[in-house]
């Protein structure tokens, strides 16, 4: 039973336009929600959160929005660097359960020049 | 760099056999966390150990087993090992959130 969906396996953006990725999710008791990027042969970095109290978070050129009727998050990067290459990773855990976080299978962003 | 070490970065084994992946946790850190990530799918939690207790479980099987040691740092021992044990195993420490990740463990079954 997969709670984090990422239903998108890869994207490909123009350098300098905006990148959106998507996260779905079934577990309604998901009340705080990660996006994690990776390198080849490095492991997951966190990059941006959000709480289900925000339905937004802004970092930089990472935003992150929480759509909580539709159980639905995005992170949204502006401009898109090349730089940004990576398998983005959505996470989310419940309260109940902080120490498990559930993991999406991963969108492979390419940003080409 | 995250601060979480693990060792060795790859491993080639046979059907059967037997290894023990390891994991050092950032300085200061109690908590160790062991993912397993095979082919095309997420990262799948297997278990958490907190100041050398075992503290969650998730879709470990049997034939794996984890233990945290006094000065915190953790195996994963994976026995009768399948082909499709064939993954990369993340270790990661810190938590609840977020959790910081080493390089991970190679694991190739022959």
């Known amino acids: 039973d997969q709670q984090v969906k990422q239903n998108s396996p890869s994207l490909s953006v123009q350098e300098g336009r905006i990148s959106i990725l998507n996260c779905d999710y079934t577990?309604?008791?998901?009340?705080?929600f990660l996006w994690y990027k990776k390198y080849p042969a490095e492991g997951p970095t966190f990059l941006i959160s959000?709480?289900?109290?925000?339905d937004k978070n802004e970092d930089g050129r990472f935003t992150v929005f929480l759509n909580k009727s539709a159980k639905h998050l995005s992170l949204h990067i502006v401009p898109s660097q090349p730089g940004d290459s990576a398998v983005y990773f959505c996470?989310?855990?419940?309260?109940?359960?902080?120490?498990?976080?559930?993991f999406g299978t991963g969108t492979r962003l390419q940003v080409f020049p | 760099d995250s601060g979480v070490t693990q060792t060795p970065k790859h491993l080639i084994t046979a059907t059967g056999q037997r290894v023990t992946l390891r994991c050092s946790p950032r300085?200061?850190?109690?908590?160790v966390y062991w993912y397993q990530q095979s082919l095309d799918q997420g990262l799948q939690f297997l278990i958490q150990?907190?100041?050398?207790?075992?503290?969650a479980k998730g879709n470990i099987l049997e034939r794996f087993s984890a233990q945290q040691f006094p000065d915190l740092h953790s195996e994963l021992n994976l026995s009768s090992l399948e082909l499709g044990d064939s993954a990369l195993y993340f270790c990661?420490?810190?938590?609840?959130?977020?959790?910081?990740f080493g390089n991970g463990t190679r694991l190739t079954v022959t």
């Open positions: 990661a420490s810190g938590g609840p959130s977020p959790l910081h």
């Open positions: 300085s200061g850190d109690l908590s």
């Open positions: 577990n309604s008791m998901f009340d705080y």
């Open positions: 959000i709480s289900s109290i925000k």
């Open positions: 150990y907190y100041n050398g207790e075992e503290r």
């Open positions: 996470a989310a855990r419940a309260s109940y359960n902080t120490d498990k976080l559930i």
